[in-house]
């Protein structure tokens, strides 16, 4: 921090708060000081949309590229994440994005995620009850997963227990447990192992799958990137659509006028899902250094400041939406910022969740198990804020 | 330095004078006209950047690359013989009033 934080307007910001529910304190900051020093965090903490939009845009200003790597790198290594500009960056990413692209979704896994949601509702069908975050939505984002990372043979709650362990030791969150490291140095070693048998079964012998694409490449990347690589998707692209299934599923389900609206007209489940990413953005934020000196939200920013966009504050602006706090799948505004407020970090994963998530597993869900219902005698649980979403979703329906 | 001309759904022209060798999305953006998004910033991913040529002007960009027609499966706004996306136009002397449509979903 070399902007003197006398300078810069200075919040205490306590993790619990955050974690139990960030907006009312999103809130306060958009109204008072939206580009703040957070002493806790070490970092600016930007929280309009129009801010948020500028510093994920302009990437000579706010570099991708960090001179302190945070907790994640130990775990992880150098991801296509920390990296700017054409050569370095999107080298990488066109080498990683040929599965989630359109045509090969809509070609070739488009009808994996349609196999994989349907194995789990036929499954479900009968019980009546069910928790919709442990039986269907994380095992479906897993199996969706494995299936275009090229893992084959890699059972959906090995993936889970791999995401878990490099989120857990990654995510900063519980550094004071001494287990975390040992178990997210587990997962990196199952996930380079899954990876060079994945490898191995693609070099020469393309499949449509993002190792193959990786392996195939004319300039391939250093296995170490790969891993990296491979690990950032991982803890990017399991639980990201896992919450933003439940989070459609909860706003709709309490919201019945919506609900019977999406289901005489088919083409708003594309708005369920956006509406979805605005309302609890499974992603909160993202991290970015000042490149060179800028104003920023009325605050004088100098190189080598660390700033985070909120984008889950961006998404709730009242400036840019009317009442930001309420589910409506018929709202009016600008694209949320939720992969991103545009720029080349924007999401490589947001086709891929459109689709099985938008286009198929919410639909599916609703149509496999008639009179769908929050359970009455539960709660759902909310929790999070680097990621968020319900943590537990009991329900029922008529079996 | 090229000059780009841009017209949105209400018939309104907003020109912009553009570096040789910028693409018609940057000036867009850069400019703040309306209606071209591109969420991603130019590395074909999000179909937020689309535009018509203005059938006048058909023919003075090199024809589509298979990656751009991809991401025009895409877009919100109908697909037409003239449509591009803004961030695969590159501008230079050569292209001196070309005339771009912002189409009216986008906007």
Not at chain 1, 161 to 174: E, F, N
Not at chain 1, 232 to 238: A, E, F, M, P, Y
Not at chain 1, 333 to 354: D, E, K, M, T
């Amino acid at each position: 921090m070399t902007a003197s934080p006398t300078a810069t307007p200075t919040v205490d910001l306590d993790p619990m708060v955050l974690f139990a529910d960030p907006y009312p304190l999103y809130a306060q900051l958009r109204r008072d000081t939206p580009v703040a020093y957070v002493p806790a965090m070490g970092r600016l903490l930007v929280t309009r949309y129009e801010d948020v939009v500028t510093v994920s845009r302009d990437w000579e200003t706010f570099s991708a590229r960090e001179d302190t790597p945070g907790p994640e790198h130990k775990i992880i290594g150098e991801t296509l994440m920390s990296f700017d500009g054409e050569e370095d960056h999107l080298r990488l990413r066109r080498m990683m994005d040929a599965p989630l692209k359109p045509r090969a979704l809509r070609e070739h896994w488009e009808p994996v995620f349609r196999a994989n949601a349907a194995a789990l509702l036929d499954d479900l069908a009968g019980r009546g009850e069910a928790d919709l975050f442990a039986d269907f939505a994380t095992p479906l984002a897993a199996m969706n997963l494995a299936s275009f990372l090229g893992f084959e043979g890699v059972s959906a709650q090995q993936l889970i227990d791999w995401c878990k362990g490099i989120i857990d030791a990654g995510g900063g969150y519980m550094l004071d447990d001494a287990g975390i490291w040992e178990r997210g140095f587990a997962a990196r070693d199952g996930v380079i192992a899954a990876t060079d048998a994945a490898a191995d079964r693609v070099r020469g012998n393309p499949d449509p799958s993002m190792i193959s694409s990786i392996i195939n490449s004319p300039e391939p990347m250093t296995p170490q990137q790969l891993y990296s690589n491979i690990m950032i998707t991982i803890g990017g692209g399991l639980n990201e659509p896992r919450d933003v299934l439940l989070t459609a599923a909860y706003g709709l389900l309490t919201n019945p006028d919506q609900l019977a609206a999406v289901r005489a007209e088919p083409s708003l489940w594309k708005k369920t899902f956006e509406e979805a990413c605005r309302w609890v953005s499974p992603i909160g934020m993202f991290i970015r250094q000042v490149a060179r000196p800028v104003e920023l939200g009325g605050v004088r920013l100098q190189p080598g400041d660390k700033i985070t966009g909120v984008v889950a504050s961006a998404n709730r602006d009242e400036r840019v939406y009317a009442d930001p706090d309420v589910f409506d799948i018929h709202r009016k505004g600008p694209s949320h910022v939720a992969f991103g407020g545009g720029g080349p970090h924007f999401c490589i994963g947001a086709w891929a969740a459109r689709a099985s998530i938008g286009t198929i597993a919410l639909p599916a869900l609703f149509d496999r198990l008639p009179n769908l219902r929050l359970d009455p005698e539960r709660e759902v649980p909310w929790g999070g804020f680097v990621f968020r979403g319900p943590l537990a979703m009991p329900v029922r329906w008529d079996a | 330095m090229p000059r780009i001309v841009y017209v949105l759904p209400d018939g309104t022209r907003r020109e912009v004078d553009a570096a040789a060798g910028t693409s018609v999305m940057k000036n867009a953006v850069l400019n703040d006209v309306p209606g071209i998004t591109a969420e991603c910033g130019g590395s074909l991913m999000c179909a937020t950047c689309h535009v018509y040529v203005d059938p006048a002007d058909a023919g003075r960009f090199p024809p589509r690359a298979d990656d751009e027609e991809e991401m025009l499966e895409v877009t919100e706004a109908e697909v037409r013989e003239t449509s591009r996306l803004s961030c695969q136009l590159t501008v230079d002397d050569t292209l001196d009033g070309i005339t771009v449509h912002v189409p009216e979903e986008d906007a």
